[in-house]
T-cell receptor
Framework: GIQVEQSPPDLILQEGANSTLRCNFS?????LQWFHQNPWGQLINLFY???GTKQNGRLSATTVATERYSLLYISSSQTTDSGVYFC?????????????FGKGTKLSVKP | DAGVIQSPRHEVTEMGQEVTLRCKPI?????LFWYRQTMMRGLELLIY????????DSGMPEDRFSAKMPNASFSTLKIQPSEPRDSAVYFC?????????????FGPGTRLTVT
């Protein structure tokens, strides 16, 4: 099955700093999402981005499907950005949308 | 529009007891997923349904686990008998599969503790 590798596993930032999180896939995916798991455990949808670039406020994401990776950019980080960021991918053609999750990047933003 | 609803939010039970977790997907969605999150194994898919039919249950740990989806607006995940190693957060997610859109939306999860 598809393997999902995220880096870095941990990241500590000072408030206001920018960061880039990366997600690599072992095989082609046509279903890709980024999530933020907040300190209360909720999984918040950030982007549905099987290809291309999207932006939402201070966050943006880029997926290069042909090279099997996706990047999540966080600019001007805030303490509320803390939590774990997951990417997840799958092949909806073969499995109707099943997602395989990476182990996540734990982000701590210090004031 | 209401999101995915799960109940209970927290469940504490003793080993050997039956546990039933419930999920109401987003109205109009045709796919429903049950995931489990633990520190050791991360987020892993247990089972998913498409149009109320189980499609892939290969992630279900063992026969103690069963899931049903009697209609488009309700699903249950049952553990009988429960064991301490079943302690985890169980998430339900739903999506509208088809027409190139497969974005999954997650419920708040049920934190299960088996003592």
């Amino acid at each position: 099955g598809i393997q999902v590798e995220q880096s870095p596993p941990d990241l500590i930032l000072q408030e206001g700093a920018n960061s880039t999180l990366r997600c690599n896939f072992s095989d082609s995916v046509n279903n890709l999402q980024w999530f933020h798991q907040n300190p209360w455990g909720q999984l918040i949808n950030l982007f549905y981005i099987p290809s291309g670039t999207k932006q939402n406020g201070r966050l943006s994401a880029t997926t290069v499907a042909t090279e099997r990776y996706s990047l999540l950019y966080i600019s001007s980080s805030q303490t509320t950005d803390s939590g774990v960021y997951f990417c997840a991918g799958g092949d909806y053609g073969g499995s109707q949308g099943n997602l395989i999750f990476g182990k996540g990047t734990k982000l701590s933003v210090k004031p | 529009d209401a999101g995915v609803i799960q109940s209970p939010r927290h469940e504490v039970t003793e080993m050997g007891q039956e546990v039933t977790l419930r999920c109401k997907p987003i109205s109009g969605h045709n796919s429903l997923f049950w995931y489990r999150q633990t520190m050791m194994r991360g987020l892993e898919l247990l089972i998913y349904f498409n149009n109320n039919v189980p499609i892939d249950d290969s992630g279900m740990p063992e026969d103690r686990f069963s899931a049903k989806m009697p209609n488009a607006s309700f699903s249950t995940l049952k553990i009988q008998p429960s064991e301490p190693r079943d302690s985890a957060v169980y998430f339900c997610a739903s999506s509208l599969a088809g027409q190139g859109a497969y974005e999954q939306y997650f419920g708040p999860g049920t934190r299960l503790t088996v003592t």
